[in-house]
């Protein structure tokens, strides 16, 4: 058995590294198997003030949230890059529609004053095209539809967890 030093604030339990043991409020005696994992205030709770091991179902269940929270931010990784990247395809170029794109398309749509007025465009490949305002509207419109379609299935995907 060794002795895990722990200083109880509140409602955590902390536990500390032996040299600051005089710091503590609490002491428990665990096995050296539990002693050696049981470092993070996380597998402490405090029952009436003081602090007790949590159960191995409670660190179990503490598990399962810890890895859906890891598959939600790796989802979320996998959705910023994909708008990140984003691109669609309108009378045969490819045109990004990246979020940080479509401020270029709201500024250019207020500027163009008809459908016929046109303005030449950097595509995907950093080659350039003539489109009017109808085009920059229709290519605007797709990029939104492109992104709700990635962001839809995040949400499915977060939902599926």
Same mark, same amino acid.
């Given at each position: 058995?060794?002795?895990r030093y722990i200083q109880v604030i509140g409602d955590i339990?902390?536990?500390l590294?032996?040299?600051?043991?005089?710091q503590a409020t609490h002491q428990l005696n665990l096995t050296n198997a539990k002693y050696d994992a049981y470092v993070n205030y996380t597998y402490f709770k405090v029952v009436e003030g003081a602090p007790v091991a949590k159960t191995k179902e409670e660190l179990d269940a503490m598990a399962v949230i810890a890895q859906k929270r890891n598959a939600k931010q790796a989802l979320r990784e996998e959705r910023d890059e994909k708008l990140g990247t984003s691109t669609v395809t309108y009378? &045969?170029?490819?045109?990004?529609?990246?979020?940080?794109d479509l401020i270029?398309?709201?500024?250019?749509?207020t500027l163009l004053q008809n459908d016929n007025d046109s303005i030449v465009w950097t595509l995907a490949d950093d080659s350039e095209k003539t489109?009017?305002?109808?085009d920059?509207?229709?290519?605007y419109l797709l &990029?939104?539809?492109a992104g709700a379609m990635i962001d839809k299935e995040y949400r499915d995907a977060v939902r599926a967890l």
């Amino acid at each position: 058995m060794k002795i895990r030093y722990i200083q109880v604030i509140g409602d955590i339990a902390k536990p500390l590294v032996d040299h600051k043991a005089n710091q503590a409020t609490h002491q428990l005696n665990l096995t050296n198997a539990k002693y050696d994992a049981y470092v993070n205030y996380t597998y402490f709770k405090v029952v009436e003030g003081a602090p007790v091991a949590k159960t191995k179902e409670e660190l179990d269940a503490m598990a399962v949230i810890a890895q859906k929270r890891n598959a939600k931010q790796a989802l979320r990784e996998e959705r910023d890059e994909k708008l990140g990247t984003s691109t669609v395809t309108y009378d &045969g170029s490819e045109f990004q529609t990246r979020p940080s794109d479509l401020i270029n398309f709201t500024t250019m749509l207020t500027l163009l004053q008809n459908d016929n007025d046109s303005i030449v465009w950097t595509l995907a490949d950093d080659s350039e095209k003539t489109i009017t305002k109808a085009d920059l509207q229709a290519i605007y419109l797709l &990029g939104l539809q492109a992104g709700a379609m990635i962001d839809k299935e995040y949400r499915d995907a977060v939902r599926a967890l």
